[in-house]
Every structure is written in structure tokens, then in C-alpha cells.
């Protein structure tokens, strides 16, 4: 009750930034209801909720960030979601994102490989009442095998490939988003499976923290081990 009585207080903000989406050439109306919907100040830190609704990325602690949420709505829009998808999310952060593709997918399984993220997105995500994502501790460039394969994969760090056991995990049909960095510039790619086949194109420049793991960069931000 607390949580939604906070989040009705910040109504007029969320409506706003839903505005600066449109204004950013987002156009997918069941994400600009997911963004209108989600508590975003549920998933900062208290000292930065003034900031919550700024079209801005944010720190979280232990050298991540809360995404711009332009960058967030570009990612969602590229997925095409329907709100009957299992989702694959690499990078569960703060949470807010996989809170917003409970608002567009039935299905949402997170992979964290911070614990002390991964705890705390759990809260967040229950004050938000975000009841449909399971977030898991572990390598996320691994993907999730158990429960695989997926409609649409998304993640929400750099890597120097697309992770090989993603592409191995996405179903016929589906959609994979993710930044590559290339000369240290990073490029999100949407891939897209079709049978055998598998359809790469770039959507453009963005600016993500490193994907940390074995098919994405070792701790000492070098390239994991292929």
C-alpha cells in the first residue's frame, strides 16, 4: 500500500517523462504505458528520487546505473513485444527494466551477477508490484538455459560479441538486443532468428556499463574468455 500510494504521488512526473519518450521518437504505445506505469523512484537511490523522472542514467552503487530511459524505451520498442512473450534480461541492475517488460511480456527472467543488485532489485521490484520477473544470481552472459528458449532477449551491458549462448537460447522468431563495443564504440544491435539464420541491424550509437563475464569482459575489463 505504501509503494503504491508513493508511486500515485509521482503520477504528474511519469507523464512527463512519457512525453520527452514521444518527443524521442518512441512510438510503441504498450511501452509509453509501461513507462507511464512503473515507479521509477522506487528503483534509485533515495538521495537521487528528486532526479527519478530526468531522462538521464543515474548511479546505483557498485559502478552501475539506472539507464537513460530514452536508451530503456529504444530497447523495448525494438523487442516489438505483444505482452505474451517468455523475456531473457542480462543485467537486472536496479530492476526498473525488467519491472517495464512486465508491463509489455508475460515472462520476465532476470540474470544478476552482483548480489547486493540482484537483493536489491528484488525489493524494488516488490514495492513496485512487479510480481511476474525472476531474478537469479549469476553470469548473465551465459544466459539462462533452464528456462530457455525465449521469445526476446535484451541486455543491458556492453559486450565485445554478441554472447554466443544467447543467440544458442533464442527461440525461432525471435529477438535479441544488445550493445557491442567495437574501437570503443558501442553499437546496439538487434539480431533477430530465423530458423538456422540470423539477421543482424544496428540501431544505432549508446553508452552502457561493460558486460562482465566468460562470452562478454573479465573483471579487468579485457575480453573474457571466448
Same mark, same amino acid.
Given at each position: 500500500?505504501?509503494?503504491?500510494?508513493?508511486?500515485?504521488s509521482y503520477g504528474g512526473y511519469r507523464s512527463r517523462l512519457v512525453e520527452v519518450l514521444r518527443s524521442n521518437?518512441?512510438?510503441?504505445?504498450?511501452?509509453?504505458?509501461?513507462?507511464?506505469?512503473?515507479?521509477?523512484?522506487?528503483?534509485?537511490?533515495?538521495?537521487?528520487?528528486?532526479?527519478? %523522472?530526468?531522462?538521464?542514467?543515474?548511479?546505483?552503487?557498485?559502478?552501475?546505473?539506472?539507464?537513460?530511459?530514452?536508451?530503456?524505451?529504444? %530497447?523495448?520498442?525494438?523487442?516489438?513485444?505483444?505482452?505474451?512473450?517468455?523475456?531473457?534480461? $542480462?543485467g537486472t541492475g536496479s530492476g526498473y527494466q525488467a519491472a517495464l517488460l512486465t508491463k509489455v511480456a508475460s515472462?520476465?527472467?532476470?540474470?544478476?551477477?552482483?548480489?547486493? &543488485?540482484?537483493?536489491?532489485?528484488?525489493?524494488?521490484? /516488490?514495492? /513496485?508490484? /512487479?510480481?511476474?520477473?525472476? $531474478?537469479?544470481?549469476?553470469?548473465?552472459?551465459?544466459?539462462?538455459?533452464?528456462?530457455?528458449? %525465449?521469445?526476446?532477449?535484451? =541486455?543491458?551491458?556492453?559486450?565485445?560479441? =554478441?554472447?554466443?549462448? &544467447?543467440?544458442?537460447?533464442?527461440?525461432?522468431?525471435?529477438?535479441?538486443?544488445?550493445? =557491442?563495443?567495437?574501437?570503443? $564504440?558501442?553499437? #546496439?544491435?538487434?539480431?533477430?532468428?530465423?530458423?538456422?539464420? #540470423?539477421?543482424?541491424?544496428?540501431?544505432?550509437? =549508446?553508452?552502457?556499463?561493460?558486460?562482465?563475464?566468460?562470452?562478454?569482459?573479465?573483471?579487468?575489463?579485457?575480453?573474457?574468455?571466448?
Open positions: 500500500m505504501e509503494a503504491g500510494r508513493l508511486a500515485d521518437g518512441i512510438k510503441d504505445m504498450p511501452v509509453l504505458r509501461a513507462f507511464g506505469e512503473v515507479p521509477r523512484h522506487l528503483f534509485v537511490p533515495e538521495a537521487l528520487r528528486r532526479r527519478a %523522472y530526468e531522462d538521464t542514467a543515474l548511479p546505483i552503487g557498485h559502478g552501475q546505473t539506472i539507464s537513460q530511459p530514452t536508451t530503456q524505451a529504444r %530497447y523495448l520498442q525494438a523487442l516489438g513485444l505483444t505482452g505474451f512473450e517468455r523475456v531473457l534480461e $542480462v515472462q520476465v527472467v532476470s540474470v544478476e551477477r552482483i548480489p547486493a &543488485l540482484a537483493s536489491s532489485a528484488r525489493r524494488a521490484l /516488490a514495492d /513496485a508490484g /512487479a510480481s511476474t520477473v525472476t $531474478v537469479l544470481d549469476g553470469d548473465g552472459s551465459l544466459g539462462w538455459k533452464p528456462l530457455a528458449p %525465449y521469445d526476446a532477449i535484451l =541486455v543491458a551491458a556492453a559486450s565485445p560479441a =554478441v554472447p554466443e549462448p &544467447l543467440l544458442r537460447q533464442l527461440k525461432d522468431g525471435g529477438r535479441l538486443v544488445v550493445p =557491442v563495443a567495437d574501437d570503443k $564504440v558501442q553499437k #546496439l544491435r538487434q539480431v533477430t532468428r530465423d530458423g538456422d539464420i #540470423l539477421v543482424e541491424t544496428e540501431l544505432g550509437d =549508446v553508452q552502457f556499463v561493460p558486460l562482465i563475464g566468460r562470452y562478454g569482459y573479465a573483471d579487468n575489463g579485457k575480453q573474457g574468455d571466448f
